[in-house]
């Protein structure tokens, strides 16, 4: 039996895109004598569709693309992942099911049973899960199919009372299929290869995983699909591309198959930032982007991640300095531009911070300047940044990072502005690494001494990050514990971390909820990114 | 036996204030002979605490909280919503908990078995669903406590599977009492006695209903707890205030309370709005704001009601012009701050989006005036109260309406920013609605031009809002079946609405999806507001 993988892109919403896709897919499959070809979960509508779940106009084009498909599964059958209404009133209205189409017709209906509803999960928000278990019949085969979450329930505190692979084994299936829309971390992909061998381990069949490519705004998938042999084999489709892969059930543990090895963290990190800036812009319609460059280290990495995204042609650095912007800052980002070979343009902003000052004196007669004069840089950059969106059309990109977005160490409506971020899910140390890694494998596009610098937002003489903020190497681990782990301060001090520091760090964490209430969506790359994957009420009082 | 609600206003994560008040309530009602007191659901650390329940520590003080109110429980009992433990490993490690606190003791937990998990809430994020049902025996009476969902599955498409009061009527309970965290929208309240009354009637015993009062951000509780007879008979506690009513069970049903009358739409959302600005100062710490004043309604009706929750001596109302900017706008935002006894400041725009054209020249050249010119106004006022605000410490409060942030009538970093939005579940015809109930019931703050004029942004000689949009009557009609009822294109077309227009409008409101992720929280008045209860992904193209 010849079984095909399809790892592909989908868009969420775009019924005729997918669906022209998954038809094309399976036309070629069926070219190549394939028997059955797997796409990933809720492939018809794209993942996540999130509320337009709720929309039965929404629900109508998912059948009507399923009744379009299921037309071509004549010689071949397929299984895709689309909602399917649930057919009496109790309950939810939806089930996230996978359709198996066979013979011109949707034959069976395979729902999921464990719907993950955590950090970036909402599935119990539109779905019912599933309570009847039955493998599919096929060609004198058995498969057990599953969706996703349906396989994760391993571990010594399950989420779940259940699993699916328990009831369904019991028909003795000859192999398993579980589609999947699983997003990147770094180092989800090592989770998800250990938890499909313990499967194949434990169940003693092979098991076929098919997940989604491509970027949906912050959520990025990685595809990553793969064959798990009871043996241990793991067959990996190519991370970041789409790719449909043909498996010959009787052949797919021969030994032939070179070892699994999970790739460097930052070779993942970048691609996944350069899927995700590149996905964002086609599947929205754009081509050119502009950001600011200030000369310091985030800017000078999201400008060379922009760059190998979308093209040098089609990359906009702005300089936009002030009187506190050292001369070394606009030097250094000049140097890079031309390394990167686009163009730049530099808009000094000291005439309007001057203006706004002016207009404003009556009102700060008394006032030492402070804050207010800082963020005015910050905003009126801003400002213009967006006036240069608006006018040419190209489309902002932040350049904020992790560390500095938990403290709330960024101006709102200045420097925290942009369509999307690219680095709001990297810490400082780790932009660092990543930038490091950018050198070493691009042609060094970033100057040494932008790496090298001691970090400052220059918005005021001689000001430096660490006047105000412990070094990045331990801010950086107390966010992580705090944020990544969940760890309280007591926690967090029990590990060798100075107190008042860990009080004041996680204050600010908590304090500065407003400002990420009103941050772009970030390109999510870790297991706890900022955004819809991490939810604080704003007014809240804890630790703060 | 005498029955006391304690409805009150908690704190997210503020344990030491949340614990002090529940103690004070129950060393009162002992006082007054109480035999029993309940306290609405998870009011222990407030609702909603989100993903603070995802921390080991923020449950640690949740659990010593209930040991220190536990203490005070002697002569008297109490029941008090709290998140608890999982016992067992499989399952989410949290129930949603009601605790049976007597004898200085938690004598019984009882688990939420419903969890809501749409619109603003994500309960099953959180907990594991209860599936063992019993009732309290207490001095001789049997209670059938349930926490609030767990009644409201009474629909033709009920939402969930099971009624966890039919498990408990077959012990023969005495009464019920529900304790519930049920936020305000100006038509729940109405569904609520229709809720508690039908539960009444079809279990033949007295309903005992508790809610929280008081906002947390965004999400704003009336309270309106009450009691519900099977013979019809509903006895309110008030909306929007603390209160601790005392009910003796044998006289509940003497026909001496007055037949309950719903107040009337703006009645309530006049006080909804007040109560959410002044808890969102008075939770965050924050006494003065700020807001632009530019003389149309929107800012005249927050104006109003900023005054209203915060005192005149506490509002500073900013004028913004430019030279678009209408004399009438200007007099007329003078003589509502004259009507109100504010102060007012006036700050001229025109040498700051001078300065801006002057330096972004080069970059502009060839380059009609346009959008880019018009945001340039808007970001620059908002720069400029954004500047105040950090200068003078006052927050800054955002004045846009449900209709605009809809279509994206709004300024990104512009007109949209503020600490939060006050307007922003309204759409404009209910603005007009709600600018005629204030004028209506306090003696006429809104100057009747800035009522009658024809609304617009003022951002070019002569614009108004016409120009680009249908009138705000049909607009409006487009949005609601969209927003609210979550109707698609085909059923809003054979509403009698013109196709094309209907297409334009779901477009813009898809395309403008992220701006709305950068939006400040808005307050909640309707049943699907813009914000967490609301969730769209970006680049989703579906109708757009």
Chains 1, 2 share one sequence.
């Not at 404003?360 to 300047?369: A, I, Y």
Request: aromatic share 10%; charged share 25%; hydrophobic share 40%.
């Amino acid at each position: 039996m010849k079984i095909a993988l399809a790892q592909l892109d989908y868009h969420v919403g775009n019924f005729e895109k997918n669906t022209s896709k998954i038809i094309h897919a399976i036309s070629e499959a069926k070219k190549d004598g394939v028997d059955i070809i797997a796409f990933a979960e809720l492939a018809i509508c794209g993942y996540p569709a999130w509320d337009f779940l709720e929309f039965d106009d929404f629900i109508n084009r998912c059948e009507a693309s399923i009744r379009e498909i299921a037309v071509h599964c004549i010689g071949i059958a397929a299984i895709i992942g689309g909602p399917s209404r649930n057919p009496v009133p109790e309950g939810k209205n939806l089930y996230n099911t996978a359709f198996f189409l066979n013979n011109g017709n949707v034959e069976k209906l395979i729902h999921k049973t464990l719907l993950p509803t955590y950090d970036v999960f909402d599935e119990y928000r539109y779905f019912e899960p599933n309570t009847a278990f039955a493998c599919v019949d096929y060609k004198g085969k058995k498969i057990a199919v599953t969706i996703c979450e349906d396989l994760w329930n391993l571990d010594d505190d399950p989420m779940y009372t259940i699993n699916p692979m328990d009831y369904l084994i019991k028909e003795k299936p000859d192999f398993a299929i579980n589609i999947a829309a699983s997003p990147f971390s770094y180092t989800h992909d090592a989770s998800r290869v250990n938890v499909l061998s313990r499967n194949a381990a434990k169940y003693n069949i092979p098991f076929f995983y098919v997940n989604h490519t491509g970027a949906q705004t912050e959520l990025i998938f990685d595809g990553a699909s793969m064959v798990a042999h009871p043996d241990g084999t793991i067959i990996k489709l190519p991370v970041f591309e789409e790719k449909i892969s043909i498996f010959n059930l009787d052949e797919i543990c021969t030994g032939k198959y070179p070892e699994y090895t999970a790739p460097q963290k930052y070779a993942l990190i970048t691609s996944a930032l350069v899927e995700g800036i590149r996905d964002y812009f086609h599947k929205m319609g754009f081509k050119k982007a502009v950001l600011g460059l200030s000369g310091g280290i985030d800017s000078a990495v999201v400008f060379a991640l922009a760059v190998k995204a979308l093209g040098k042609e089609n990359v906009l650095p702005v300089l936009l300095p002030s009187p506190y912007t050292s001369d070394a800052s606009n030097l250094e980002a000049i140097e890079m531009a031309k390394r990167l070979g686009t163009d730049h343009k530099i808009i000094s902003i000291a005439s309007i911070t001057s203006s706004y000052e002016s207009v404003l004196k009556p009102l700060f007669e008394g006032f030492e300047p402070g804050l207010a004069e800082e963020n005015l840089q910050a905003r009126s950059r801003g400002t213009l940044l967006m006036a240069l969106s608006n006018k040419l059309g190209y489309i902002l990109i932040n350049t904020s990072n992790k560390s500095e977005i938990a403290v709330g160490y960024s101006t709102l409506y200045g420097d925290s502005i942009g369509a999307f971020s690219v680095l709001g899910d990297l810490y400082k140390t780790e932009v660092y690494e990543l930038a490091n890694y950018i050198n070493a494998t691009e042609n060094n596009p970033i100057p040494e001494f932008i790496i090298t610098r001691p970090p400052s937002a220059e918005l005021r003489p001689g000001q430096k990050d660490s006047d105000s903020l412990p070094p990045y190497k331990i801010l950086d681990e107390i966010l992580f514990e705090y944020i990544e782990n969940r760890k309280g301060p007591k926690e967090i001090i029990a590990q060798g971390h100075e107190e008042e520091t860990v009080q004041r760090i996680l204050k600010l964490v908590n304090a500065s909820e407003y400002k990420r209430f009103q941050a772009p969506p970030i390109l999510r790359v870790s297991e706890k990114a900022f955004g819809v994957g991490r939810r604080l009420p704003i007014v809240a009082k804890y630790l703060s």
